[in-house]
């Protein structure tokens, strides 16, 4: 009995591969394409970060102008509750008596209030 | 329905003393915020030797700037107004607009370039008071001449 034998040409290929078709572009065009559009935002980044700071200085030195206006007017408010507190103590009291160990003008804790409507 | 009627009570907390007569009297500047906002730059042109001084005069005065400064305080309030007088004959048009415009728009400066080039331009002639921003980079324009504004509602050239 003869010996089981190849086929004649031998056998087939075995198909150990998946033969699927590489869709798309080269995995390094898509990173390369990322970068790009990454540098673009940052490119528009920057320039808006820039651009908001000079609005935040203008904006800022906008305020410091006005800074002491708004200050000045404050302080002439509140001395003048000042004199009035004091005059009021005196008339009250008959003697102006210093609550606080300082020379330092210190805003009042406590507002007073007429008993009469004032305004 | 049990009726509740709003009760204000602010009004009973306000002490109106007037000021004691040995200080001198000064009107009060009274414009709005954003009057005030528009002429901001125009108000520290002309004044900054007053806000200054009155600044220093505050930070010299040891806690007693309240009181002590209020000669100072009475010069900035004075320089101010005669800077919001000086507009209003002069430029009254103008600073209506810009006012109104920043009004409307939360008072951001950057959406009211328009009318903030007519009325630095106006100013500029009449009272010659400039809109300088310290401290800004010299190698690029500054950002209140620069037509387009990129966080404007309308980015694109503004004038």
Redesign the interface.
Same mark, same amino acid.
């Given at each position: 009995m003869p010996q089981d034998m190849p086929p004649t040409g031998g056998y087939a290929q075995v198909q150990y591969k998946r033969n699927l078709p590489a869709r798309g572009f080269k995995p390094f065009y898509y990173m390369v394409g990322m970068h790009m559009i990454m540098a673009y935002g940052f490119y528009k980044y920057f320039?808006?970060v820039r651009?908001?700071r !000079?609005?935040a200085?203008?904006?800022m030195?906008?305020?410091?102008?006005?800074?002491?206006?708004l200050?000045? !007017?404050e302080?002439?408010d509140?001395?003048?509750?000042?004199?009035?507190d004091k005059?009021r103590e005196k008339e009250l009291l008959g003697s102006e008596q210093k609550v606080y160990n300082?020379?330092?003008?210190v805003r009042p804790t406590f507002?007073?209030?007429?008993s009469?409507?004032?305004? | 329905m049990a009726q509740r009627d709003p009760q204000f009570n602010q009004h009973v907390l306000v002490d109106t003393t007037p000021m004691p007569d040995h200080i001198p009297k000064v009107e009060e500047i009274g414009a709005t915020s954003a009057f005030l906002s528009s002429a901001a730059y125009f108000i520290g042109d002309r004044c900054k030797a007053f806000n200054d001084d009155f600044m220093k005069c505050k930070d010299e005065a040891n806690g007693r700037g309240e009181i002590e400064c209020l000669k100072e305080g009475r010069k900035v309030t004075r320089c101010a107004a005669s800077v919001i007088k000086d507009i209003n004959t002069h430029c009254l048009d103008q600073f209506k607009a810009h006012a109104d415009c920043l009004e409307n728009n939360n008072h951001y400066l950057f959406e009211c370039r328009k009318a903030e080039v007519s009325l630095n331009s106006c100013i500029f002639d009449k009272l010659g008071l400039k809109k300088t921003i310290p401290g800004a980079p010299e190698n690029q324009v500054p950002v209140h001449l620069r037509p387009k504004q990129k966080y404007a509602q309308y980015p694109g050239p503004q004038y």
């Open positions: 320039h808006g651009e908001q !000079e609005l200085r203008e904006k030195w906008g305020r410091l102008y006005l800074t002491p206006l200050q000045a !007017e302080d002439r509140q001395v003048r509750r000042y004199y009035a005059a300082s020379d330092r003008f507002a007073y209030t007429p009469k409507v004032t305004q | -």
